[in-house]
């Protein structure tokens, strides 16, 4: 009874003689579709479903798009990714991200400069003291401040810290989207160690806020050197521990190696950085290429995998974290007594006991705190490696205490716009090993 | 410095002296203003960092020459971000283009200065793909709009959201919750 139904035109064709509608029906409805005739409700496959009621998945029948996340696990938080499947390959990947936006770069425009601090730390949440010292080195820059070598060496030390525990959680969440979970636990068990490390110096863990305008906020609390040195020393055997977990696991070997491959040239023209481009082959590390606070004192390999896929991002943080072992073992050695805060009495707090004695530091905190300091007029560019790549903090003066505009290039964000040159044609179960891979916190990308 | 293959044989040659003697950003950069002067109307130098000022219609040019000349290789866009100067100022709105070179380490920033009339830019995806999301982003906070671009939609902000955040005249809390709307 085909003159009852309203078929689309589309689907008639000529066969020679006169106008037909193909044989093939379309089938396929989305889900266990229910038809509602009156009361009853009756199951799709029960009731002969006029055509027009009919969803099919154009252009090719078997193509559907799904949306994944932004609740899904292994998006690593509110990611959206709108994918077209054919069956279970991933023919579309669309990145939908914006779900965690909280103008953050606007909020800067209203904040003094020393109350940027708290805002970067609340970016990237797994590597707070790199998005620090970002900030805070471009401000300094513009303020022309030379900074201690004290304070130098502890940025150093807790930053590469820092580095090694967002590692840990990139491999935790990682092995535990592919489906290793023990190795959650021996992540976690280690980061909390650093954590602990980074409350006991700054009293926070997530939210450290070390670093500021001028040098530290303070210096490194009696027995820090020792309970570093105590993490150092167990530190190597974690990670060959790791390594017995998931190295020579084939299942990961299977699901990571020949997945979301990138070349060399794609990854630099999709301005991919740290350790994903380095999976790539480019031995390009911020650390060696423009150092900053001292980096070229210390003696590091940069570890590149030629393999280019998920598997060499794997082993490049692997090494990277005994890489960052090593510069903490430097750093401690090279620790010596000394000042932490730059002498510059209008941009850095002074001392409480100095407060309590002299006049002029009173009212150097007064004015800090009530009105600011004046930073003179310009702009800067302050690159740094943070644990995922090259963070950018582009900080423009007009003169006043308050920034004219801050703009952080996360280089999360910068590495998730590569996802679908890597995820395309990939079957849909790579795509969380992939993300996975990127390290991306959205956080970040979002700001 | 000569053409790819001659410098080549300069490094196998004497490596001490090629050493010593790389071409600075700024040195590049006046180079190539005294070679095409309506490429850059002007060469800023401060706190160890270059800004060529280029005009918006040479953008393309410019950076499809400094990305594959060999003597500069910006094969690498660190960054890409707009910046309203104030309501009141004109030109008003300016977009950096942070380059990076891969190969040589060294960093050059392009400035674009754009009206308020127009903030119209050609865009640079054709020359490094990941502009991308970066130019989505300034079209999305800062309205500028960069003509060619494959993709120019919203990236942080919903689809039918009003106006643009980033820009001064945009209040910090906005006009109104948005959820009432």
Same mark, same amino acid.
């Given at each position: 009874m085909i003159a009852d139904f309203q078929l689309p035109i589309a689907d008639w064709h000529w066969n020679g003689t006169?106008?037909?509608?193909?044989?093939?029906?379309?089938?396929?409805?989305? $889900?266990?579709?229910?038809l509602e005739i009156g009361n009853n409700k009756m199951s799709a496959s029960t009731v002969n479903i006029p055509p027009q009621f009919e969803v099919v998945d154009r252009p090719l029948d078997t193509q559907m798009t799904i949306s994944m996340g932004p609740q899904h696990p292994s998006t690593h938080g509110v990611l959206r990714l709108e994918l077209v499947l054919d069956g279970e390959t991933v023919v579309k990947a669309?990145?939908? %991200?914006?779900?965690?936006?909280? $103008?953050?770069?606007?909020?800067?425009?209203?904040?003094?400069?020393?109350?940027?601090?708290?805002?970067?730390?609340?970016?990237?949440?797994?590597?707070?003291?790199?998005?620090?010292?970002?900030?805070?080195?471009?401000?300094?820059?513009?303020?022309?401040?030379?900074?201690?070598?004290?304070?130098?060496?502890?940025r150093v030390l807790t930053c590469e810290l820092q580095r090694i525990a967002s590692h840990l959680v990139w491999l935790g969440t990682h092995a535990l989207d592919i489906g290793a979970m023990s190795v959650f636990f021996y992540?976690?068990?280690?980061?909390?160690? %650093?954590?602990?490390?980074?409350?006991?110096?700054?009293?926070?863990?997530?939210?450290?806020?070390?670093?500021?305008?001028?040098?530290?906020?303070?210096?490194?609390?009696? $027995?820090?050197?020792?309970?570093?040195?105590?993490?150092?020393?167990?530190?190597?055997?974690?990670?060959?521990?790791?390594?017995?977990?998931?190295? $020579?696991?084939? %299942?990961?070997?299977?699901?990571?190696?020949?997945v979301g491959i990138i070349s060399a040239e794609d990854a630099i023209d999709w301005g991919l950085s740290g350790p994903s481009l380095r999976g790539s082959g480019v031995a390009l590390d911020i650390r060696r290429a423009n150092p900053y606070t001292g980096y070229e004192n210390y003696d590091f390999e940069v570890p590149t995998e030629q393999d280019c896929d998920v598997w060499a991002r794997y082993l490049v943080r692997m090494r990277e974290m005994k890489e960052s072992h090593r510069i903490v073992t430097q750093a401690l050695a090279r620790l010596k007594p000394g000042p932490v805060k730059a002498d510059a009495p209008k941009v850095v707090l002074p001392d409480r006991e100095a407060m309590k004695r002299h006049m002029d530091a009173l009212i150097h905190h007064f004015l800090i705190?009530?009105?600011?300091?004046?930073?003179?007029?310009?702009?800067?560019?302050?690159?740094?490696?943070?644990?995922?790549?090259e963070l950018g903090v582009y900080v423009?003066?007009?003169?006043?205490?308050?920034?004219?505009?801050?703009h952080f290039r996360g280089p999360s964000f910068v590495n998730l716009s590569a996802l679908p040159a890597m995820s395309e044609g990939a079957m849909i179960a790579d795509i969380v090993a992939i993300i996975g891979s990127l390290d991306i916190v959205l956080g970040e990308i979002d700001r | 410095?000569?053409?790819?293959?001659?410098?080549?044989?300069?490094? #196998?040659?004497? +490596? #001490?002296?090629?050493?010593?003697? +790389?071409?600075?950003?700024?040195?590049? &950069?006046?180079?190539?203003?005294?070679?095409? +002067?309506?490429?850059?109307?002007?060469?800023?130098?401060?706190?160890? @960092? &270059?800004?060529?000022?280029?005009?918006?219609?040479?953008?393309?040019? &410019?950076?499809?020459?400094?990305?594959?000349? +060999?003597? #500069?290789?910006?094969?690498?866009?660190?960054?890409?971000?707009?910046?309203?100067?104030?309501?009141?100022? @004109?030109?008003?709105?300016? &977009?950096?283009?942070?380059?990076?070179?891969?190969?040589?380490y060294h960093r050059l920033r392009l400035k674009v200065l754009l009206n308020e009339e127009s903030p119209r830019v050609s865009t640079v995806t054709d020359i490094w793909r990941t502009a991308n999301w970066h130019e989505r982003e300034t079209f999305d906070l800062l309205g500028v709009v960069f003509e060619g671009h494959p993709d120019l939609r919203r990236i942080l902000l919903p689809d039918d959201w009003q106006g643009h955040a980033l820009r001064k005249d945009f209040p910090l809390r906005g006009y109104e919750p948005y959820s009432l709307k």
């Open positions: 006169g106008w037909e509608f193909p044989k093939k029906v379309p089938y396929r409805p989305i $889900g266990n579709r229910q669309k990145p939908d %991200i914006g779900y965690l936006h909280t $103008g953050m770069e606007k909020l800067f425009e209203y904040k003094k400069y020393q109350q940027g601090i708290v805002i970067t730390d609340r970016m990237d949440y797994l590597n707070p003291l790199g998005n620090n010292l970002a900030y805070v080195m471009a401000v300094e820059k513009l303020l022309s401040l030379e900074i201690p070598e004290r304070a130098q060496t502890i992540c976690f068990r280690e980061r909390e160690k %650093i954590l602990n490390l980074i409350e006991a110096a700054s009293g926070g863990r997530l939210t450290p806020s070390y670093f500021r305008i001028g040098g530290l906020m303070m210096d490194l609390p009696p $027995g820090f050197e020792r309970r570093t040195k105590q993490f150092l020393d167990g530190f190597l055997q974690s990670v060959d521990e790791f390594h017995t977990l998931l190295t $020579g696991n084939r %299942i990961f070997q299977k699901r990571t190696q020949g705190v009530a009105e600011g300091f004046d930073v003179p007029a310009g702009e800067f560019y302050m690159p740094i490696e943070a644990s995922k790549g423009k003066s007009d003169g006043g205490p308050k920034p004219a505009r801050v | 410095m000569t053409t790819g293959s001659d410098n080549e044989q300069e490094l #196998s040659a004497q +490596p #001490s002296n090629a050493v010593q003697d +790389p071409i600075t950003p700024s040195q590049l &950069v006046t180079a190539l203003q005294r070679e095409h +002067p309506d490429w850059i109307t002007e060469v800023r130098e401060a706190l160890g @960092e &270059v800004t060529a000022i280029v005009p918006r219609e040479q953008i393309q040019a &410019v950076c499809a020459y400094l990305k594959t000349a +060999p003597e #500069s290789r910006f094969d690498f866009l660190a960054d890409l971000c707009g910046v309203d100067r104030g309501v009141e100022e @004109e030109p008003r709105f300016e &977009v950096n283009y942070h380059l990076f070179s891969t190969t040589k």
